[in-house]
């Protein structure tokens, strides 16, 4: 089983709503990773588990929030968002943190109102 | 610090013929590179890779990439391009001289393959 999933595949929240998106994989990797997309465009990183530690944070507002409640479940925590966070969001896991590929979900259309 | 070019931001090929998509690199020591697809509304697809040895790297899909030191490029090839290899197409390198250890991935800008029947 190579594959990571990804929920909701779309969502639609207000400003001031609260919402989360979840990431799942069960190849047994130790890294995990989210990625921000807007259209056109590469993927920019936003957070980087280790072995359920967070290891990177590429300096991103407090708004979102990563948890990472087991080694094959990432969640990333949405509050007060503005409409310019709307973009596509993308997790990723590799075996290790490293040279390792990293395999990526179908990732969450997300929409801010 | 690490950096990724692809200089087309699309390419156009006639289905049967012979497909490049290029990608040069810029690193402070030896390169980790990457090449991933991303068909419409979906996450990337790993392709290759390489990290060391042969030159010719060959990967999913019958795509095979070319690692050319002295020209410092990692160009993504295929023989005989389908219509279904239409898509967007980023090469990437880690970035192993930030504060991150090298285990930040940095993308470049896509290329989107056109292919036509």
């Known amino acids: 089983d190579t594959e990571v999933t990804q929920t909701p595949k779309h969502l639609v929240m207000g400003m001031t709503n609260k919402k989360s998106l979840k990431c799942e994989q069960h190849m047994g990797h130790r890294a995990m990773y989210w990625y921000k997309q807007k259209a056109k465009k590469p993927p920019e990183l936003m957070f980087v588990?280790?072995?359920?530690?967070?290891?990177i944070n590429e300096s991103v507002p407090s708004r979102f929030s990563p948890e990472c409640p087991n080694s094959s479940l990432l969640n990333l925590h949405l509050h007060a968002l503005q409409p310019e966070d709307s973009a596509l969001y993308l997790c990723a896991s590799s075996q290790v943190l490293g040279f390792d590929t990293q395999y990526f979900g179908p990732g969450t259309r997300l929409t801010v109102l | 610090a690490q950096s990724v070019a692809q200089p087309e931001d699309q390419v156009n090929v006639a289905e049967g013929n012979p497909l490049t998509v290029k990608c040069t690199y810029s690193v402070s020591g030896n390169p980790y590179l990457f090449w991933y697809v991303q068909y419409p509304n979906r996450g990337l697809q790993f392709l290759l890779k390489?990290?060391?040895?042969?030159?010719l790297v060959k990967g999913s899909y019958g795509f095979e990439a070319e690692f050319n030191k002295s020209q410092t490029s990692f160009h993504l090839k295929k023989p005989s391009a389908l219509v279904s290899d239409s898509a967007l197409y980023f090469c990437a390198v880690r970035d192993m001289a930030g504060n991150t250890g090298g285990f930040k991935t940095i993308f470049g800008a896509g290329t989107r393959l056109f292919v036509k029947a």
């Open positions: 588990y280790s072995y359920e530690k967070l290891s």
């Open positions: 390489y990290i060391t040895g042969d030159n």
